[in-house]
């Protein structure tokens, strides 16, 4: 599928903006997300509020979404299917909320965390494309 443009060029900018705002937030330190996630211990609250402002910029997305007829650069919206909670759902939250409490990195700000040259991030997101192609390959096996 051949992207045009403007496509690419918001793309980049919402990217670039996503980055920024995991940088400015801490989302891209490990140990600030481990301390959020350490409810019983040291909880440091601080990300609380950078889950309230991404809850209520997605539900003005919503919004938004609903009240338009189609986007700006493309000819229609993407939006998921909804499809019921299952065994395969639960154990997925589980394995990425494992990872994310372990690692203290959840996908996007691990890949944005790369241009800091650390070697935590590379780790994380070698092991995590690691997990996508064996989940892949396993899946791959079974469909077929």
């Given at each position: 599928?051949?992207?045009?443009?403007?496509?690419?060029?918001?793309?980049?900018?919402?990217?670039?903006?996503?980055?920024?705002?995991?940088?400015?937030?801490?989302?891209l330190d490990p140990a600030r997300v481990q301390g959020f996630?350490?409810?019983?211990?040291?909880?440091?609250?601080?990300?609380?509020?950078?889950?309230?402002?991404?809850?209520?910029?997605?539900?003005?997305?919503?919004?938004?979404?609903?009240?338009?007829?189609?986007?700006?650069?493309?000819?229609?919206?993407?939006?998921?299917?909804?499809?019921?909670?299952?065994?395969?759902?639960?154990?997925?939250?589980?394995?990425?909320?494992?990872?994310?409490?372990?690692?203290?990195?959840?996908?996007?700000?691990?890949?944005?965390?790369?241009?800091?040259?650390?070697?935590?991030?590379?780790?994380?997101?070698?092991?995590?494309?690691?997990?996508?192609?064996?989940?892949?390959?396993?899946?791959?096996?079974?469909?077929?």
């Amino acid at each position: 599928m051949t992207r045009s443009l403007p496509q690419i060029l918001s793309a980049l900018a919402c990217g670039a903006l996503f980055g920024l705002g995991l940088a400015l937030s801490g989302m891209l330190d490990p140990a600030r997300v481990q301390g959020f996630l350490d409810l019983a211990g040291a909880w440091d609250p601080s990300l609380a509020f950078v889950l309230g402002g991404a809850v209520a910029v997605m539900a003005l997305g919503l919004v938004l979404v609903r009240r338009l007829a189609r986007p700006a650069f493309a000819e229609g919206f993407h939006l998921p299917d909804t499809r019921p909670v299952d065994r395969r759902l639960i154990l997925g939250s589980a394995l990425f909320g494992l990872g994310w409490g372990l690692g203290g990195f959840c996908p996007g700000p691990a890949l944005a965390a790369l241009s800091l040259g650390r070697a935590e991030p590379l780790l994380f997101v070698a092991c995590m494309v690691a997990g996508m192609v064996l989940h892949d390959r396993l899946f791959a096996r079974r469909a077929g």
